[in-house]
């Protein structure tokens, strides 16, 4: 019997397991993207997976077959949030349609998603540059009823949409209709069936840094919805810590 004791003392002892996070970056882009990401959810207790994947050697479809499963098979049993950056998004989403939602997944974060496509992609999606830069991926992400963004249905698991509305380029973004963050329309990252959608004065370049984009993606993993009323000042006072300190 005394084993038995020793073993229900070593489990009740154990501590819960921290809820895991895939962080999936964007076109053109590499894990290293989301470093800051990482670090801010892991002081905020997340336990995060932050793979790696060659955006633009292969379609969206292949990406998201090699990537998606090995990243949820490196988190430990419990929720699994996902938070994603631009084509990111688009991979989640068609893994999700091919496969089912995942049992245990909890909120997904999509920063800058191309939901709807991009403009830009429409007008320089057939040169070859353009190909040479972004591969067979980029090529998937127009606006027309054959991308496939629009071929993908609504979403039916708890999203929040987080978009930019600054840009680094004023070329692509004569390209893209109202409000865009260089690369992708805020109309564009709204899909149907999302569960809160947040505009912030931020780029599509570096938006995942961002101390308020940061305390809005631990604001919905935490309770499913965004707070529109954090400033600026009030992002960087919590990503420091200092809030907490205030109200303590």
């Not at 050697?57 to 490196?74: D, G, I, T």
């Not at 989403?93 to 800058?112: A, K």
């Not at 499913?224 to 205030?246: C, K, N, P, T, Y």
Request: with cysteine; hydrophobic share 45%; aromatic share 6%.
């Amino acid at each position: 019997m005394r084993w038995v004791t020793l073993l229900l003392m070593f489990c009740l002892a154990r501590p819960a397991l921290a809820d895991c996070v895939i962080l999936l970056h964007g076109l053109a882009r590499s894990e290293a993207s989301l470093i800051v990401m990482e670090s801010a959810l892991e002081a905020e207790g997340f336990a995060v997976v932050r793979p790696g994947y060659p955006s633009t050697s292969a379609s969206v479809e292949a990406l998201a077959e090699a990537v998606l499963p090995h990243a949820l098979e490196r988190c430990d049993a419990g929720p699994v949030h996902v938070v994603t950056h631009s084509m990111g998004g688009i991979l989640l989403r068609y893994w999700i349609d091919r496969h089912g939602v995942p049992d245990r997944l909890g909120h997904v974060v999509m920063m800058g998603p191309p939901n709807q496509g991009s403009e830009v992609v429409d007008t320089l999606g057939d040169l070859a540059a353009f190909g040479w830069l972004n591969g067979p991926a980029g090529a998937q992400l127009g606006t027309g009823a054959q991308g496939l963004p629009r071929r993908l249905p609504p979403v039916t698991y708890p999203v929040g949409v987080s978009a930019g509305s600054q840009s680094l380029n004023p070329y692509f973004s004569s390209l893209l209709p109202g409000p865009d963050d260089g690369k992708v329309s805020v109309a564009s990252t709204r899909v149907a069936g999302m569960t809160a959608h947040l505009t912030l004065p931020v780029t599509h370049t570096f938006m995942m840094n961002n101390p308020r984009v940061l305390v809005q993606v631990v604001e919905f993993l935490r309770t499913g919805r965004f707070d529109a009323d954090l400033s600026w000042a009030e992002a960087v006072l919590e990503q420091f810590g200092a809030d907490d300190d205030a109200r303590n």
